[in-house]
């Protein structure tokens, strides 16, 4: 129950928060190449390494 009340009340503070943003400045949004670039070399670089229970997570550099 405590959990329930817990992501209802942070569903809330986001609609309070995103609300005031405009529809015209939404459509606007697009993500800066860098980030976009950032974001693909980042995942080329991540490998999951699964043994036995275990999961490690190793960045290649």
Not at 4 to 24: D, H, R, V
Not at 36 to 53: E, G, M, R
């Amino acid at each position: 129950m405590r959990y329930s009340l817990t992501l209802t009340s942070k569903l809330a503070l986001m609609e309070k928060t995103y609300s005031k943003i405009s529809p015209e400045t939404m459509s606007n949004l697009s993500p800066k190449a860098e980030t976009v670039k950032f974001l693909l070399d980042y995942s080329k670089a991540l490998s999951v390494i699964d043994c036995y229970k275990w999961k490690f997570e190793a960045l290649l550099n």
